[in-house]
Protein backbone atom coordinates (compact mmCIF):
# COMPACT_ATOMS: atom_id res chain seq x y z
CA UNK A 1 0.00 0.00 0.00
CA UNK A 2 0.37 -2.02 -0.95
CA UNK A 3 3.72 0.69 0.34
CA UNK A 4 4.22 1.09 -1.42
CA UNK A 5 1.00 -1.02 -0.71
CA UNK A 6 -0.16 -2.74 0.41
CA UNK A 7 -2.98 -6.67 3.17
CA UNK A 8 -3.33 -9.31 5.41
CA UNK A 9 -1.37 -12.55 9.38
CA UNK A 10 -2.03 -13.90 11.84
CA UNK A 11 -0.12 -12.55 15.15
CA UNK A 12 0.21 -9.74 12.78
CA UNK A 13 -3.20 -8.91 12.32
CA UNK A 14 -4.77 -7.46 15.90
CA UNK A 15 -6.96 -4.78 17.01
CA UNK A 16 -5.59 -2.03 18.77
CA UNK A 17 -7.79 -0.44 21.08
CA UNK A 18 -6.26 2.99 22.22
CA UNK A 19 -6.83 4.17 25.43
CA UNK A 20 -4.19 6.31 26.29
CA UNK A 21 -3.51 9.79 28.37
CA UNK A 22 -2.39 12.59 26.65
CA UNK A 23 0.92 13.93 26.98
CA UNK A 24 1.61 15.93 29.73
CA UNK A 25 3.44 18.46 28.09
CA UNK A 26 0.21 20.03 26.70
CA UNK A 27 -2.04 19.76 24.02
CA UNK A 28 -2.82 16.12 24.96
CA UNK A 29 -4.42 17.02 27.84
CA UNK A 30 -6.96 19.25 25.49
CA UNK A 31 -10.68 18.94 26.29
CA UNK A 32 -12.30 18.29 22.74
CA UNK A 33 -15.92 17.69 22.06
CA UNK A 34 -17.05 14.32 20.56
CA UNK A 35 -17.98 16.47 17.39
CA UNK A 36 -14.89 17.97 16.71
CA UNK A 37 -13.06 16.01 13.98
CA UNK A 38 -10.56 13.25 14.43
CA UNK A 39 -6.78 14.73 13.09
CA UNK A 40 -4.52 12.62 12.63
CA UNK A 41 -0.88 13.35 10.54
CA UNK A 42 0.25 11.62 7.65
CA UNK A 43 3.87 11.26 5.83
CA UNK A 44 2.90 12.52 2.29
CA UNK A 45 -0.32 13.46 0.41
CA UNK A 46 -2.87 11.23 -1.41
CA UNK A 47 -1.66 10.32 -4.57
CA UNK A 48 -4.85 8.94 -6.04
CA UNK A 49 -8.28 7.73 -5.17
CA UNK A 50 -8.88 5.43 -8.08
CA UNK A 51 -9.26 1.52 -6.95
CA UNK A 52 -7.05 0.37 -9.61
CA UNK A 53 -4.27 2.38 -9.55
CA UNK A 54 -3.35 2.91 -6.03
CA UNK A 55 -0.70 1.20 -4.91
CA UNK A 56 0.63 3.14 -1.75
CA UNK A 57 -0.63 2.80 1.77
CA UNK A 58 -1.39 6.41 2.47
CA UNK A 59 -3.89 6.51 -0.88
CA UNK A 60 -5.23 2.87 0.00
CA UNK A 61 -5.93 4.12 3.43
CA UNK A 62 -8.35 7.20 2.53
CA UNK A 63 -9.70 4.36 0.16
CA UNK A 64 -10.37 2.31 3.23
CA UNK A 65 -12.17 4.88 4.65
CA UNK A 66 -14.36 6.05 2.03
CA UNK A 67 -14.95 2.58 -0.17
CA UNK A 68 -15.65 -0.34 0.38
CA UNK A 69 -15.68 -4.35 -0.95
CA UNK A 70 -17.36 -7.35 -0.43
CA UNK A 71 -15.40 -8.23 2.98
CA UNK A 72 -13.92 -5.53 5.55
CA UNK A 73 -11.35 -6.29 8.45
CA UNK A 74 -12.88 -5.88 12.33
CA UNK A 75 -9.97 -6.49 14.19
CA UNK A 76 -8.39 -9.46 12.73
CA UNK A 77 -11.35 -10.80 11.90
CA UNK A 78 -12.77 -11.25 8.31
CA UNK A 79 -16.14 -10.06 8.38
CA UNK A 80 -19.09 -9.46 5.51
CA UNK A 81 -19.54 -5.95 3.98
CA UNK A 82 -20.80 -5.39 0.79
CA UNK A 83 -21.70 -9.53 0.83
CA UNK A 84 -23.89 -10.29 3.27
CA UNK A 85 -21.76 -13.39 4.49
CA UNK A 86 -18.39 -14.93 4.55
CA UNK A 87 -19.09 -17.34 1.50
CA UNK A 88 -17.75 -20.63 1.01
CA UNK A 89 -16.29 -21.92 -2.09
CA UNK A 90 -18.13 -24.52 -4.28
CA UNK A 91 -16.83 -26.74 -7.50
CA UNK A 92 -13.37 -27.91 -5.30
CA UNK A 93 -12.62 -24.51 -4.10
CA UNK A 94 -13.53 -23.01 -7.91
CA UNK A 95 -16.39 -21.02 -7.67
CA UNK A 96 -17.73 -17.85 -5.10
CA UNK A 97 -20.68 -16.57 -5.44
CA UNK A 98 -21.09 -13.72 -3.11
CA UNK A 99 -24.75 -12.77 -2.24
CA UNK A 100 -24.95 -8.40 -2.10
CA UNK A 101 -26.57 -6.21 0.38
CA UNK A 102 -29.61 -4.93 -1.47
CA UNK A 103 -29.82 -1.88 0.93
CA UNK A 104 -26.21 -0.72 -0.06
CA UNK A 105 -25.92 2.80 -2.32
CA UNK A 106 -23.59 5.01 -3.39
CA UNK A 107 -22.85 8.69 -1.68
CA UNK A 108 -24.63 9.66 -4.40
CA UNK A 109 -27.62 7.08 -4.13
CA UNK A 110 -26.79 4.79 -7.15
CA UNK A 111 -27.77 1.49 -5.91
CA UNK A 112 -24.40 -0.59 -5.62
CA UNK A 113 -24.93 -3.17 -7.50
CA UNK A 114 -23.04 -6.89 -8.71
CA UNK A 115 -22.65 -5.22 -11.83
CA UNK A 116 -20.19 -2.25 -10.29
CA UNK A 117 -17.80 -5.48 -9.11
CA UNK A 118 -17.53 -6.95 -12.56
CA UNK A 119 -17.13 -3.53 -14.28
CA UNK A 120 -14.08 -2.80 -11.45
CA UNK A 121 -12.49 -6.09 -11.73
CA UNK A 122 -12.74 -6.03 -15.31
CA UNK A 123 -11.10 -2.22 -15.46
CA UNK A 124 -8.89 -3.02 -12.98
CA UNK A 125 -7.21 -6.03 -15.16
CA UNK A 126 -7.12 -4.52 -18.95
CA UNK A 127 -3.93 -3.59 -19.92
CA UNK A 128 -5.44 0.03 -20.76
CA UNK A 129 -5.87 0.91 -17.23
CA UNK A 130 -2.30 0.20 -16.54
CA UNK A 131 -3.20 -1.06 -12.94
CA UNK A 132 0.02 -1.92 -10.93
CA UNK A 133 -2.03 -4.43 -9.24
CA UNK A 134 -3.36 -6.42 -12.03
CA UNK A 135 -1.34 -9.06 -11.41
CA UNK A 136 -2.89 -9.87 -7.96
CA UNK A 137 -6.31 -10.75 -10.16
CA UNK A 138 -4.12 -13.73 -11.44
CA UNK A 139 -6.16 -16.82 -10.75
CA UNK A 140 -9.35 -15.69 -11.34
CA UNK A 141 -10.64 -17.72 -14.92
CA UNK A 142 -8.75 -15.49 -17.47
CA UNK A 143 -7.16 -12.63 -16.03
CA UNK A 144 -3.63 -13.22 -17.09
CA UNK A 145 -4.20 -13.67 -20.27
CA UNK A 146 -6.37 -10.65 -20.34
CA UNK A 147 -3.54 -8.43 -18.73
CA UNK A 148 -1.43 -9.37 -20.94
CA UNK A 149 -3.57 -8.75 -23.82
CA UNK A 150 -4.36 -11.90 -25.06
CA UNK A 151 -7.89 -12.62 -24.13
CA UNK A 152 -10.93 -9.82 -24.50
CA UNK A 153 -11.22 -8.07 -20.94
CA UNK A 154 -15.14 -9.26 -20.98
CA UNK A 155 -13.93 -13.04 -20.31
CA UNK A 156 -13.14 -12.17 -16.98
CA UNK A 157 -14.27 -14.71 -14.60
CA UNK A 158 -16.84 -12.75 -12.71
CA UNK A 159 -20.47 -12.21 -13.89
CA UNK A 160 -23.42 -10.32 -12.07
CA UNK A 161 -25.97 -13.19 -12.00
CA UNK A 162 -28.73 -11.07 -10.92
CA UNK A 163 -28.68 -7.55 -9.43
CA UNK A 164 -27.63 -8.51 -6.38
CA UNK A 165 -25.43 -11.40 -6.30
CA UNK A 166 -21.65 -11.54 -7.94
CA UNK A 167 -20.18 -14.98 -8.57
CA UNK A 168 -16.46 -15.80 -9.44
CA UNK A 169 -14.62 -18.53 -11.33
CA UNK A 170 -11.11 -19.12 -10.08
CA UNK A 171 -8.86 -20.94 -12.50
CA UNK A 172 -7.39 -22.81 -9.37
CA UNK A 173 -7.86 -22.42 -5.80
CA UNK A 174 -6.43 -19.68 -4.36
CA UNK A 175 -5.92 -20.46 -0.30
CA UNK A 176 -5.63 -16.39 0.95
CA UNK A 177 -8.82 -15.68 -1.35
CA UNK A 178 -10.96 -14.45 0.96
CA UNK A 179 -8.65 -12.02 2.54
CA UNK A 180 -7.85 -10.59 -1.10
CA UNK A 181 -11.90 -9.48 -0.82
CA UNK A 182 -11.06 -6.64 1.85
CA UNK A 183 -8.11 -5.09 -0.51
CA UNK A 184 -8.77 -1.86 -2.25
CA UNK A 185 -8.12 -3.27 -6.02
CA UNK A 186 -11.29 -4.96 -5.41
CA UNK A 187 -13.94 -2.79 -4.43
CA UNK A 188 -16.51 -2.27 -6.89
CA UNK A 189 -16.76 1.20 -8.96
CA UNK A 190 -19.81 3.17 -10.67
CA UNK A 191 -20.02 2.99 -13.57
CA UNK A 192 -21.42 5.83 -14.84
CA UNK A 193 -19.07 8.02 -13.00
CA UNK A 194 -15.87 6.39 -14.48
CA UNK A 195 -16.95 6.97 -17.85
CA UNK A 196 -17.64 10.39 -16.67
CA UNK A 197 -14.43 11.30 -15.77
CA UNK A 198 -12.44 9.55 -17.45
CA UNK A 199 -8.66 9.91 -16.78
CA UNK A 200 -9.52 12.49 -14.11
CA UNK A 201 -11.48 10.13 -11.59
CA UNK A 202 -9.97 9.66 -8.99
CA UNK A 203 -7.69 13.13 -8.93
CA UNK A 204 -10.22 15.15 -6.93
CA UNK A 205 -13.44 14.45 -5.01
CA UNK A 206 -15.81 15.79 -7.31
CA UNK A 207 -15.18 12.90 -9.84
CA UNK A 208 -15.81 10.24 -7.29
CA UNK A 209 -18.39 8.20 -5.12
CA UNK A 210 -17.78 6.61 -1.98
CA UNK A 211 -19.43 3.21 -1.12
CA UNK A 212 -18.13 3.22 2.27
CA UNK A 213 -18.08 5.37 5.84
CA UNK A 214 -17.00 8.51 5.12
CA UNK A 215 -16.57 10.64 1.86
CA UNK A 216 -14.04 12.88 0.86
CA UNK A 217 -14.41 16.13 0.54
CA UNK A 218 -13.12 19.47 -1.29
CA UNK A 219 -9.90 17.26 -1.96
CA UNK A 220 -7.85 17.38 -4.50
CA UNK A 221 -4.28 15.03 -5.79
CA UNK A 222 -2.39 18.43 -4.60
CA UNK A 223 -3.49 19.30 -1.45
CA UNK A 224 -1.66 18.93 1.96
CA UNK A 225 -4.71 18.23 4.14
CA UNK A 226 -8.21 16.74 3.59
CA UNK A 227 -11.26 16.10 5.31
CA UNK A 228 -13.31 13.19 5.54
CA UNK A 229 -16.92 13.02 6.58
CA UNK A 230 -19.44 10.49 7.54
CA UNK A 231 -21.48 8.98 4.25
CA UNK A 232 -25.20 9.02 5.19
CA UNK A 233 -25.76 6.50 2.44
CA UNK A 234 -23.01 3.73 3.94
CA UNK A 235 -25.17 0.55 4.43
CA UNK A 236 -23.99 0.25 7.84
CA UNK A 237 -23.99 4.39 8.93
CA UNK A 238 -25.70 3.57 12.63
CA UNK A 239 -22.41 1.93 13.96
CA UNK A 240 -20.13 4.76 12.53
CA UNK A 241 -19.79 6.97 15.64
CA UNK A 242 -17.35 9.93 14.25
CA UNK A 243 -18.83 12.41 11.86
CA UNK A 244 -15.05 13.61 10.55
CA UNK A 245 -12.10 13.11 10.01
CA UNK A 246 -9.07 15.74 9.57
CA UNK A 247 -5.79 14.21 7.89
CA UNK A 248 -2.37 16.74 7.63
CA UNK A 249 0.73 15.94 5.73
CA UNK A 250 3.62 16.65 7.89
CA UNK A 251 7.08 15.40 7.14
CA UNK A 252 9.08 16.60 10.20
CA UNK A 253 8.46 14.90 13.37
CA UNK A 254 9.28 17.86 15.50
CA UNK A 255 6.62 19.64 13.59
CA UNK A 256 4.00 16.91 14.29
CA UNK A 257 5.01 17.08 18.28
CA UNK A 258 4.59 20.41 18.64
CA UNK A 259 0.81 20.10 16.85
CA UNK A 260 0.00 17.32 19.10
CA UNK A 261 1.05 19.30 22.32
CA UNK A 262 -0.84 22.25 21.05
CA UNK A 263 -3.70 20.02 20.51
CA UNK A 264 -4.07 20.49 16.53
CA UNK A 265 -3.53 16.95 16.50
CA UNK A 266 -5.27 13.77 17.68
CA UNK A 267 -3.04 11.43 16.75
CA UNK A 268 0.88 12.39 15.43
CA UNK A 269 3.41 9.98 14.28
CA UNK A 270 7.02 10.40 15.32
CA UNK A 271 10.21 9.26 14.09
CA UNK A 272 14.35 9.49 14.94
CA UNK A 273 15.39 11.74 17.88
CA UNK A 274 11.27 12.98 18.46
CA UNK A 275 10.35 9.40 19.12
CA UNK A 276 13.28 8.74 21.12
CA UNK A 277 12.59 12.22 23.29
CA UNK A 278 8.95 11.02 23.70
CA UNK A 279 9.55 7.22 24.87
CA UNK A 280 8.26 6.16 28.16
CA UNK A 281 5.68 9.67 28.12
CA UNK A 282 1.48 9.57 28.43
CA UNK A 283 0.14 9.23 25.09
CA UNK A 284 3.06 7.27 23.66
CA UNK A 285 2.80 3.85 21.65
CA UNK A 286 4.43 2.02 19.12
CA UNK A 287 2.28 -0.09 16.97
CA UNK A 288 4.04 -3.35 14.71
CA UNK A 289 3.30 -3.52 11.46
CA UNK A 290 3.81 -6.33 8.45
CA UNK A 291 5.87 -3.85 6.55
CA UNK A 292 9.60 -4.16 5.36
CA UNK A 293 12.18 -1.44 3.71
CA UNK A 294 14.88 -3.05 1.70
CA UNK A 295 17.42 -1.53 -1.10
CA UNK A 296 17.17 -2.09 -4.64
CA UNK A 297 20.02 -2.17 -6.98
CA UNK A 298 19.04 -1.21 -10.78
CA UNK A 299 20.57 -4.27 -12.21
CA UNK A 300 19.30 -3.30 -15.65
CA UNK A 301 20.69 0.32 -15.49
CA UNK A 302 23.74 -1.38 -13.51
CA UNK A 303 24.72 -4.58 -14.89
CA UNK A 304 27.50 -5.24 -12.37
CA UNK A 305 24.68 -6.10 -9.56
CA UNK A 306 23.68 -8.98 -11.55
CA UNK A 307 26.93 -9.85 -9.74
CA UNK A 308 25.69 -11.83 -6.68
CA UNK A 309 28.89 -11.01 -4.66
CA UNK A 310 28.41 -7.45 -4.96
CA UNK A 311 25.04 -7.41 -3.54
CA UNK A 312 26.13 -9.65 -0.68
CA UNK A 313 29.25 -7.16 0.41
CA UNK A 314 26.27 -4.00 0.48
CA UNK A 315 24.24 -6.34 2.59
CA UNK A 316 27.10 -7.04 4.87
CA UNK A 317 28.17 -3.46 5.27
CA UNK A 318 25.21 -2.39 6.95
CA UNK A 319 24.40 -2.18 10.55
CA UNK A 320 20.88 -2.52 10.88
CA UNK A 321 20.88 -2.38 14.84
CA UNK A 322 22.47 1.32 14.67
CA UNK A 323 20.11 2.31 11.85
CA UNK A 324 17.15 0.98 13.62
CA UNK A 325 18.43 2.09 17.06
CA UNK A 326 19.99 5.08 16.72
CA UNK A 327 18.97 6.82 13.48
CA UNK A 328 15.39 5.44 13.14
CA UNK A 329 14.01 5.23 17.06
CA UNK A 330 10.81 4.67 16.17
CA UNK A 331 9.83 1.01 16.90
CA UNK A 332 11.38 -0.43 14.10
CA UNK A 333 13.34 -4.24 13.74
CA UNK A 334 16.25 -5.05 11.80
CA UNK A 335 15.47 -7.45 9.93
CA UNK A 336 17.47 -10.62 7.89
CA UNK A 337 14.19 -11.00 5.47
CA UNK A 338 12.05 -8.66 3.24
CA UNK A 339 9.04 -10.41 4.61
CA UNK A 340 7.78 -9.41 8.05
CA UNK A 341 8.38 -11.45 10.84
CA UNK A 342 5.51 -13.04 13.19
CA UNK A 343 3.17 -12.91 10.05
CA UNK A 344 2.71 -16.13 8.69
CA UNK A 345 2.81 -19.07 10.45
CA UNK A 346 3.76 -22.98 9.35
CA UNK A 347 0.38 -25.01 8.65
CA UNK A 348 1.84 -27.94 10.26
CA UNK A 349 3.20 -25.64 13.41
CA UNK A 350 1.53 -23.18 14.20
CA UNK A 351 4.46 -21.61 16.77
CA UNK A 352 6.72 -21.80 13.49
CA UNK A 353 7.33 -18.21 12.17
CA UNK A 354 8.14 -18.55 8.71
CA UNK A 355 10.93 -16.21 8.55
CA UNK A 356 12.54 -17.94 11.69
CA UNK A 357 12.44 -21.36 9.31
CA UNK A 358 14.15 -19.45 6.73
CA UNK A 359 16.72 -17.52 9.66
CA UNK A 360 20.03 -19.94 8.53
CA UNK A 361 19.89 -18.37 5.05
CA UNK A 362 18.58 -14.62 6.18
CA UNK A 363 21.32 -14.04 8.88
CA UNK A 364 23.94 -14.98 6.72
CA UNK A 365 24.34 -12.08 4.73
CA UNK A 366 22.35 -9.52 7.20
CA UNK A 367 24.80 -9.60 10.09
CA UNK A 368 26.95 -6.68 9.66
CA UNK A 369 30.67 -8.10 8.76
CA UNK A 370 32.83 -5.58 7.12
CA UNK A 371 36.29 -7.31 6.47
CA UNK A 372 33.59 -10.37 4.78
CA UNK A 373 32.21 -7.15 3.53
CA UNK A 374 35.43 -6.35 1.53
CA UNK A 375 36.18 -9.20 0.31
CA UNK A 376 33.26 -10.22 -1.24
CA UNK A 377 33.18 -6.70 -3.01
CA UNK A 378 36.97 -6.88 -4.12
CA UNK A 379 36.11 -10.49 -5.74
CA UNK A 380 32.71 -9.21 -7.28
CA UNK A 381 34.59 -6.39 -8.82
CA UNK A 382 37.22 -8.52 -10.12
CA UNK A 383 34.42 -10.88 -11.41
CA UNK A 384 32.90 -8.06 -13.37
CA UNK A 385 36.07 -6.04 -14.49
CA UNK A 386 35.66 -2.97 -12.29
CA UNK A 387 38.46 -4.09 -10.33
CA UNK A 388 40.44 -0.24 -9.31
CA UNK A 389 37.44 1.88 -10.56
CA UNK A 390 35.85 4.23 -8.86
CA UNK A 391 32.02 3.24 -8.58
CA UNK A 392 29.87 6.55 -8.17
CA UNK A 393 26.00 5.85 -7.28
CA UNK A 394 23.29 8.03 -6.46
CA UNK A 395 20.90 6.80 -4.05
CA UNK A 396 16.99 7.15 -4.17
CA UNK A 397 14.78 7.93 -0.91
CA UNK A 398 11.77 10.26 0.17
CA UNK A 399 12.43 13.78 1.15
CA UNK A 400 11.13 13.35 4.70
CA UNK A 401 13.57 14.42 7.75
CA UNK A 402 13.29 10.44 8.86
CA UNK A 403 14.32 9.57 5.56
CA UNK A 404 16.94 11.63 4.88
CA UNK A 405 18.28 10.60 7.95
CA UNK A 406 18.09 7.20 6.73
CA UNK A 407 19.99 7.79 3.82
CA UNK A 408 22.55 9.62 5.60
CA UNK A 409 23.57 6.54 7.47
CA UNK A 410 23.11 4.21 4.65
CA UNK A 411 25.41 6.49 2.49
CA UNK A 412 27.83 6.31 5.53
CA UNK A 413 28.02 2.23 5.44
CA UNK A 414 28.41 1.75 2.13
CA UNK A 415 30.71 4.00 1.11
CA UNK A 416 33.38 2.36 3.35
CA UNK A 417 33.52 -0.17 0.63
CA UNK A 418 36.56 0.39 -1.50
CA UNK A 419 35.96 2.99 -4.41
CA UNK A 420 32.29 3.66 -3.69
CA UNK A 421 30.72 6.70 -3.69
CA UNK A 422 27.08 7.48 -3.10
CA UNK A 423 25.22 10.61 -4.07
CA UNK A 424 22.19 11.43 -2.33
CA UNK A 425 18.66 11.93 -3.94
CA UNK A 426 15.75 12.82 -1.28
CA UNK A 427 12.69 13.94 -3.60
CA UNK A 428 8.95 13.89 -2.80
CA UNK A 429 7.42 10.79 -1.68
CA UNK A 430 5.42 11.00 -5.48
CA UNK A 431 8.34 11.50 -7.92
CA UNK A 432 10.54 8.41 -5.71
CA UNK A 433 7.43 6.14 -6.74
CA UNK A 434 7.59 7.40 -9.99
CA UNK A 435 10.74 7.30 -10.45
CA UNK A 436 11.27 3.92 -9.48
CA UNK A 437 8.28 2.62 -11.45
CA UNK A 438 10.39 4.26 -14.37
CA UNK A 439 13.74 2.69 -13.32
CA UNK A 440 15.15 6.08 -13.20
CA UNK A 441 17.75 5.75 -9.79
CA UNK A 442 20.88 3.27 -9.13
CA UNK A 443 19.73 2.78 -5.86
CA UNK A 444 16.42 2.79 -4.27
CA UNK A 445 15.04 2.26 -1.02
CA UNK A 446 11.40 0.61 -1.07
CA UNK A 447 8.68 -0.69 1.07
CA UNK A 448 6.50 -2.92 0.90
CA UNK A 449 3.14 -3.14 3.78
CA UNK A 450 1.07 -6.52 3.54
CA UNK A 451 -1.83 -6.93 1.33
CA UNK A 452 -2.47 -10.79 2.92
CA UNK A 453 -1.27 -12.93 5.85
CA UNK A 454 1.11 -14.93 3.50
CA UNK A 455 4.53 -15.00 2.19
CA UNK A 456 4.09 -14.88 -1.19
CA UNK A 457 2.69 -11.30 -1.06
CA UNK A 458 6.85 -10.83 -0.61
CA UNK A 459 7.79 -13.33 -2.68
CA UNK A 460 6.16 -12.87 -5.67
CA UNK A 461 6.96 -9.17 -5.90
CA UNK A 462 10.37 -10.01 -6.98
CA UNK A 463 9.51 -12.51 -9.78
CA UNK A 464 11.19 -11.78 -12.84
CA UNK A 465 7.52 -10.40 -14.64
CA UNK A 466 6.80 -8.73 -11.58
CA UNK A 467 5.99 -4.91 -12.15
CA UNK A 468 7.30 -4.12 -8.35
CA UNK A 469 10.55 -5.87 -8.94
CA UNK A 470 12.51 -2.65 -9.42
CA UNK A 471 15.46 -3.91 -9.34
CA UNK A 472 15.13 -6.11 -11.77
CA UNK A 473 16.63 -9.39 -10.03
CA UNK A 474 16.00 -12.61 -11.70
CA UNK A 475 16.59 -16.08 -11.02
CA UNK A 476 14.78 -18.95 -12.78
CA UNK A 477 14.60 -21.22 -10.07
CA UNK A 478 13.20 -18.71 -7.56
CA UNK A 479 10.75 -17.97 -10.44
CA UNK A 480 9.80 -21.89 -10.57
CA UNK A 481 9.34 -22.10 -6.80
CA UNK A 482 7.08 -19.23 -6.31
CA UNK A 483 4.80 -19.95 -9.33
CA UNK A 484 4.29 -23.80 -8.05
CA UNK A 485 2.95 -22.76 -4.73
CA UNK A 486 0.58 -20.60 -6.70
CA UNK A 487 -0.54 -23.41 -8.84
CA UNK A 488 0.34 -27.09 -8.68
CA UNK A 489 0.35 -27.24 -4.73
CA UNK A 490 -2.13 -24.62 -4.40
CA UNK A 491 -4.14 -27.17 -2.74
CA UNK A 492 -1.24 -28.59 -0.50
CA UNK A 493 -0.60 -26.58 2.62
CA UNK A 494 2.35 -28.45 3.89
CA UNK A 495 3.80 -28.51 -0.27
CA UNK A 496 3.63 -25.04 -1.00
CA UNK A 497 4.85 -23.75 2.47
CA UNK A 498 8.16 -25.75 1.27
CA UNK A 499 8.10 -24.27 -2.46
CA UNK A 500 7.92 -20.50 -0.24
CA UNK A 501 10.76 -21.47 2.10
CA UNK A 502 13.10 -22.48 -0.67
CA UNK A 503 12.15 -19.38 -2.66
CA UNK A 504 12.93 -17.42 0.40
CA UNK A 505 16.24 -19.28 0.87
CA UNK A 506 17.03 -18.23 -2.70
CA UNK A 507 16.14 -14.72 -1.94
CA UNK A 508 18.23 -14.38 0.74
CA UNK A 509 21.47 -16.10 -0.24
CA UNK A 510 21.32 -13.78 -3.50
CA UNK A 511 20.70 -10.55 -1.74
CA UNK A 512 18.31 -9.89 -4.98
CA UNK A 513 17.09 -6.64 -2.61
CA UNK A 514 18.46 -6.23 0.54
CA UNK A 515 16.76 -6.14 3.79
CA UNK A 516 16.52 -3.61 5.76
CA UNK A 517 14.00 -3.33 8.61
CA UNK A 518 10.94 -4.16 9.67
CA UNK A 519 8.44 -1.19 10.48
CA UNK A 520 6.81 0.27 13.38
CA UNK A 521 5.23 3.21 14.25
CA UNK A 522 5.56 5.31 17.07
CA UNK A 523 2.64 7.29 17.99
CA UNK A 524 1.15 9.81 20.40
CA UNK A 525 -2.37 9.82 21.07
CA UNK A 526 -4.83 11.83 22.58
CA UNK A 527 -7.06 10.60 25.08
CA UNK A 528 -9.94 11.40 23.56
CA UNK A 529 -9.49 8.24 21.21
CA UNK A 530 -11.22 5.20 22.72
CA UNK A 531 -10.66 2.91 19.97
CA UNK A 532 -8.32 2.45 16.45
CA UNK A 533 -8.87 -0.81 14.82
CA UNK A 534 -5.43 -1.35 13.52
CA UNK A 535 -6.04 -4.79 10.97
CA UNK A 536 -3.86 -7.18 9.27
CA UNK A 537 -3.96 -5.11 6.19
CA UNK A 538 -1.86 -2.51 7.62
CA UNK A 539 -4.91 -0.10 7.83
CA UNK A 540 -7.09 1.35 10.50
CA UNK A 541 -11.01 0.38 9.74
CA UNK A 542 -12.13 3.76 10.87
CA UNK A 543 -15.69 2.49 10.50
CA UNK A 544 -15.02 1.52 14.30
CA UNK A 545 -13.57 4.75 15.69
CA UNK A 546 -14.29 5.67 18.73
CA UNK A 547 -13.98 8.85 20.97
CA UNK A 548 -14.80 10.34 24.32
Known sequence: ???????????????????????SSGGGDKTKSADEPVSFTQ????????????????????????????YRYSGQDLKPALSTKIVKPTNNGLTYTFPLRKNAQWSNGDPITAQDFVFAWRRSVDPKTKSQYAYIYEG?????????????????????????????TLEKPIPYFDKLMAFQTFYPQNPKVVNKWGKKYGTDSKTLVFSGPYKLQNWSSSDNSWLQVKNDKYWNAKNVKVKKLKYQVVKDASTALNLY?????????????????????????????????????????????????????????????QLTKKVLGNGTSAETSVTPRNMSFDPQNKSKDFVAETSASGEKYTKYDLPEAKRLWREGLQETGNTGKKINLTMLGDDTDISKQQAEFL???????????????????????SRSEKGDFDLVVSAWNADFPDPINFLSLFTSDNSYNRGKWSDAKYDELVNKSLSDDANDPAAR???????????NEQQGVIPLYQNGQAFMTHKRITKLDYGPSNMYNMANLRVK
Not at 265 to 285: F, N, P
Open 1 to 23: MKLKKFLIGSSAAFLVAVALTGC
Open 43 to 70: KDGIATQDPSLVTDLISAQSLANTMEGL
Open 140 to 168: VANAKDISAGKKPVNSLGVKALDQHTLQV
Open 261 to 321: QSGKMDRAELTGDTSKQMKGSKGYGVLKVNSTFYLEMNQKKLSMFKNAKLRQAFALSINRQ
Open 411 to 433: QSQLEKLPGVKITLNNVPFKTRI
Open 497 to 507: WQDMKAAQDIL
